[in-house]
């Protein structure tokens, strides 16, 4: 059973538009759960993170929790060719490991 | 702002040799990681360490691996007898509520 996982890519949208990006996961005494972003070559930066069932909003992201249905997504409204990138979801579990999904890449035509 | 930082940047060995990867987390946190990421792959959790012991490890931390907390600041790992097929990106984090990452080692093994 895949600990955390991600909808398939290459996500491809034009600039302006709302990029969706979706994460499940598997251990549901899960609490803490990130999205990070990876530029080829990079290190994993951290954008968001959310604690709680609902939305969190940080500029131009949302992110969304449903712990009932173990579900986070991530929202990127009006997207730049700059957020052109691989998003990555991470859960930290119910011990100490803060697992990886595979990863979306993203694409901004402009 | 403070930040993980990690040494050397690009490591080259040959196989069989022993390498030790360092790492300076940022001061006040508490959980320590380290990360594989092979080329096109996803980032692959190696270790946790809290508390200055070993929290979680994962299958692939076998005991060629190793890490320790010399002093109050760095953080290492060790791969002793390294082998082709680690060759990879290796990475620290550190995490007290959001996990940050280093710039990332990139290990090749001849």
């Known amino acids: 059973q895949k600990e955390v996982e991600q909808n398939s890519g290459p996500l491809s949208v034009p600039e302006g538009a709302i990029a969706s990006l979706n994460c499940t996961y598997s251990d549901r005494g899960s609490q803490s759960f990130f999205w990070y972003r990876q530029y080829s070559g990079k290190s994993p930066e951290l954008i968001m993170s959310i604690y709680s069932n609902g939305d969190k909003e940080d500029g131009r992201f949302t992110a969304q929790l449903n712990k009932a249905s173990q579900y986070v997504s991530l929202l990127i409204r009006d997207s730049q060719p700059s957020d052109s990138a691989t998003y990555l979801c991470a859960v930290k579990t119910s011990y100490d490991k803060v697992i990886f999904g595979p990863g979306t890449s993203l694409s901004v035509i402009p | 702002e403070p930040e993980v930082t990690q040494t050397p940047s690009h490591q080259v060995t040959q196989m069989g040799q022993e390498v030790i990867l360092r790492c300076v987390p940022i001061s006040n946190h508490l959980y320590f990681y380290w990360y594989r990421q092979i080329l096109g792959q996803k980032v692959e959790f190696l270790v946790s360490f809290y508390n200055n012991e070993i929290s979680e490890k994962s299958e692939i931390f076998d005991d060629q691996f190793s890490v320790e907390r010399p002093d109050g600041s760095n953080f290492t790992l060790k791969i002793r007898s390294t082998k082709l097929e680690d060759s990879a990106m290796y990475f620290c984090?550190?995490?007290?509520?959001?996990?940050?990452f280093g710039p990332g080692t990139r290990l090749t093994v001849l």
């Open positions: 984090a550190s995490m007290r509520n959001e996990q940050f």
